[in-house]
């Protein structure tokens, strides 16, 4: 056999440039390929979050003022010239001993048949009250002590475990209100027993030659000075208000809420009164929910409808040494708690219609899904029926966001 002859090196030439034809159909296939590419819909990027099992607490956060409790107004009896008070707010005063203002009336209370009268009927009234004092203050302590057992009872078998959350939290609520009531009483007496002895000076000062020594005014209670109304020396009418006496100590918290809110809290309500100046928040309950609402311009202009709330601390002095009168609170008041609730953001659901939705991932997709949600916190809700625990969902989904799009998740967090 004849061996094949090389090819030529015209052959060679022609063969060269087949390769090279198909270039342009390469290069156009690529560029539409880019096109292709760049008009791709691209994911859309999202904030993703899972769904949790844990306990869920909804509150209504309002602003607050702590208040004296129990408050006394020292007022002249009489008209009088009144000697200068070199009382300062918080200064000590003690029942019956410390002297708060004097009257110099010279002679001018003299009383006449029907002045005298008036004062006898108001010295028995005195003694009425100061009687009914009396036994208010014997039953609210025995209450006290009553509830006091009770609680402490409870409360060991709250430890074992045998006594429900709520059980216990109404029993402490008793033990605190009857403890408030006692306190409350012991503040009754006082004055009324100030008033009595009022009443009967004035009785005496109104005899001939029984108005010569200037009227001397003690403190009605044990306690500090919260305000002085009259320093300077100057004459003064009868009734005129001169000091303001009580126990910065005996604090309460007056909560001015929407009444809308208020009608979702209850007495006994937990209260957390958070930004006060101390480093942890302070624990109170609801005491009452005043029953009258008042309208209130607020800052926007718009008026609103709101009601006080009254709160008793819980927490021991010890935890609040500086906190007095006047002062400013953040309250959180809790009106449901719940120790097991399926979790999700607030931000990955939204309502069309009456239908509570949301997208869920499915890989790299996300799904749409109806839920059925119960209460919200703001930044949590629960979910009763839609979802699961471990299922991520997208959190503020945009417009691009649509059933079955296309996502790229930008972080990953666990509520």
Same mark, same amino acid.
């Given at each position: 056999?004849?061996?094949?002859? %090389? ?15 198909? &270039? ?20 859309? #990027? ?6 949790? $099992? ?8 309002? !602003?607050?003022?702590? $208040? ?8 002249? %009896? ?12 918080? +200064? ?24 005298? +009268?008036? #004062? ?11 009687? #009914? ?6 039953? +609210? ?5 009553m509830f006091t057992a009770d609680f402490v009872r409870l409360k060991q078998l709250f430890a074992q475990k045998v006594l429900s959350t709520q059980e216990f939290d109404a029993a402490q609520m008793r033990a605190i209100t009857a403890e408030q009531e006692g306190r409350a009483a012991e503040f009754a007496v006082h004055v009324a027993e100030f008033e009595l002895e009022q009443? /009967? ?33 100057? &004459?003064?009418?009868?009734?005129? +208000?001169?000091? !303001? ?8 918290? $007056? ?23 101390? %480093? ?40 609040? %040494? ?11 008041? *809790?009106?449901?708690?719940?120790? !097991? ?22 890989? /790299? ?17 629960? *979910?009763?029926?839609? &979802? ?13 966001? !649509? ?7 930008? #972080?990953?967090?666990?509520?």
């Amino acid at each position: 056999m004849n061996p094949t002859p %090389p090819p030529s090196s015209g052959a060679r030439k022609n063969a060269a440039p087949v390769w090279r034809r198909y &270039l342009p159909h390469a290069g156009g296939a690529l560029i539409v390929g880019l096109i292709v590419a760049g008009l791709w819909p691209r994911p859309v #990027a999202v904030e993703i979050a899972t769904v949790t $099992r844990g306990p869920l607490v909804v509150t209504v956060d309002e !602003e607050g003022m702590t $208040r004296v409790k129990n408050r006394y107004m020292v007022s002249a %009896p009489v008209a009088g010239q009144l000697r200068r008070i070199d009382w300062k707010a918080g +200064a000590v005063v003690e029942v019956g001993k410390t002297v708060l203002a004097t009257l110099e009336t010279g002679g001018a209370d003299f009383l006449d048949a029907r002045s005298q +009268a008036q #004062a006898e009927a108001h010295v028995r009234a005195a003694d009425a009250s100061r009687e #009914a004092a009396l036994a208010q203050r014997e039953r +609210a302590e025995a209450s006290a002590r009553m509830f006091t057992a009770d609680f402490v009872r409870l409360k060991q078998l709250f430890a074992q475990k045998v006594l429900s959350t709520q059980e216990f939290d109404a029993a402490q609520m008793r033990a605190i209100t009857a403890e408030q009531e006692g306190r409350a009483a012991e503040f009754a007496v006082h004055v009324a027993e100030f008033e009595l002895e009022q009443a /009967r000076a004035l009785l005496t000062r109104g005899q001939p030659g029984g108005g010569a020594e200037p009227l001397i005014i003690t403190s009605p209670v044990t306690g500090k000075i919260l305000r002085v109304f009259q320093e300077s020396a100057r &004459l003064v009418p009868a009734g005129l +208000a001169l000091v !303001e006496v009580g126990d910065p100590t005996d604090l309460e918290v $007056r909560i001015e809420v929407l009444s809308r809110d208020g009608v979702a809290i209850k007495p006994g309500a937990r209260v957390m009164l958070e930004q006060w100046g101390g %480093p942890e928040p302070l624990q109170a309950r609801v005491r009452w929910v005043e029953p009258s609402a008042f309208t209130k311009i607020s800052a926007l202009g718009v008026e609103e409808q709101r009601v006080y709330v009254v709160a008793d601390f819980v927490d021991p002095i010890k935890k609040r %040494p500086t906190l007095a009168d006047s002062y400013r609170v953040e309250a959180r008041i *809790v009106t449901s708690e719940k120790a !097991e609730a399926l979790r999700a953001p607030t931000g990955a659901l939204f309502q069309r219609g009456s239908i509570w939705q949301t997208f869920v991932v499915d890989g /790299r997709r996300a799904r749409l899904r109806e839920v059925k949600v119960g209460r919200s916190n703001g930044l949590e809700t629960e *979910v009763i029926d839609g &979802l699961r625990v471990g299922d991520q969902v997208v959190v503020y989904p945009g417009d691009k966001v !649509e059933d079955g799009a296309r996502i790229a998740p930008l #972080a990953v967090g666990t509520r």
